[in-house]
């Protein structure tokens, strides 16, 4: 470690999990030396705090990369696709938030909580996984290495900021509309760019990202590859179904899991989670505690709740699992890789 | 039959169900030769319209009930309590749209299109299935029938109209204090008469209904006995997990199933539900077409999609169900009931 910290890159520094990660960089009093501010063209020249300093964000090009130790990339996977192998070339390690190099063989995928040690394998680039796996594999780690997993299957209630500061934007002023019944034409959700788009105020979507071959949709295989790849488990039996829902942040899953052991009860689940990194458990019914997305926003955990054994599978558990999605379904968790890598000595 | 139609009661006339259960007599047309509209002494007194004509809201009384032959209840399980046994004494057979008969095992418990006979085995009283539990097994029936059911996991996604007019209001109202700025108070959900009352606005609640001893809540296991009963399989394996988001009308389903038989394909999936009664095959992942609750509100059908084998288990399914909360899920069931009765000389 350099005594007195490190040269730290931010590639899109002015999106909302660029933002968030500056401010987790500052939260977390991370030991930056000096920060490099990048963005495309577009947004280059705009001005940006960091611990009460003014950066002025600067369009990406490879020399930026010049003398960057740590690069954090949340710009897109085709910015990413160009922009990863430069910063390596210039001795960097990239934390990339995109899903360019996710399940590529030699790009380690971490969530620190459950294997903090594939950063060891890195050869420049790190993945930051998609936001709904992390925090489900957060929840779901603790329980596998207890009583082993072999079954998920999972369907989510995601809000709209996992698609960027315009599907908010939409969603506000489409519920304006409607509850003042004017018309409007959805424009961004469910995907940018798709061909058909969706009221999302007062409805729910049940597709995010185009759909695949299979009929499933590229958000939920991500959920499925990446889950299998974090918890080295290519064996696991996993299906998602996710769905956008008319939230703003924090992204809600209801999972059901068979364990290994069929002599688990609801209190050793519990014992568990409480004691699990990353963690808060939220689960009382009697006083009618459960997590919330309204009440995840701005905190780092990952918290689960409304935890039941499967009336018919004694190896079978239900189980609530919110997190905010830019904190630890992105910002957060890209920093605290950078964070494992300065205490693994890696940078 | 008589020749020129039925003396009907709805009680619960002025609420949003018996709203819209003398809404779908009109559409569908029902012989109606008397109407008799009843409710609680607070709403006695207001005029209904029906067909053209003015109808006055009587207060409702044993007494209220002679003659009737045909009584739709709405108004509550405790009203239903007091009033169904009264209806039957003086001779209507009454179709009962809560909770209150549902497990009773004299009570048939009916959606037509799955098993209308049952109605053969009525003693006066025959009751409506949950909301969340209807749509699932239109759906799931002709599954059933031709390959066999053996397991369940759902998760919904409700519409707070399943909790009536206030919760429709306390939705538009906290999105509009949240849209500007403002403070609010929730008072209504998840649960009225709960001890804890949640924002639903821009929010999702893992809480419908009260909680069981088990983890469960009420809401949850109606999903879960209702099915057994109403499917007539006391062995299927079924789990639930009952969720309210911001939604106005229009209750989602992400639905699990296991068929008995390991060689289903999908494409024969999609051949059964667009044949089967009630059921519209909306599943086109090419031209993102999907089930949404905003699309489905005042349509009598269920509708499904997202149809998609599990990559792990041969007669492992996935589906996504949509359908009315307050037409199929509940005034369209009743008045169809109605309409079997008729159909098969019950009345």
Redesign the interface.
Known sequence: MSTNGYHVAVLGATGAVGQQMLKTLEERNFPVSKLTLLSSERSAGKKVLFRGEEHIVQAASPEKFEGVQIALFSAGGSISKIFAPEAVKHGAIVVDNTSAFRMAQDVPLVVPEVNEEDLKLHKGIIANPNCSTIQMVAALEPLRKAHGLN?V?V?T?QAVSGSGAAAIEE??TQ??AI?SGKDFTPEIL?VKG???H??IA??????IDK?ED???TFEEMKM?NETKKIMHMPEL???A?C?R????TGH?E?V?IELDSDHVE?TEIRELLKEAPGVTLQDD????L?????DCVGKNDVFV?????????AN?F?L?IVSDNLLKGAAWNSVQIAESLVQLKLV
């Open positions: 079954k299957i369907s209630y969603l506000k519920s304006e509850l469910p798709d061909k058909k969706f009221q007062f409805n729910a979507i049940p597709q759909f299979n009929g499933f499925m039996e996993i299906a179904t769905v829902i008319p939230v703003e809600s209801s059901y609801v019914p009697s006083a009618q459960y997590p919330m997305p309204a709740g409304r935890i039941r054994k499967d009336p018919d599978r079978g239900h609530w």
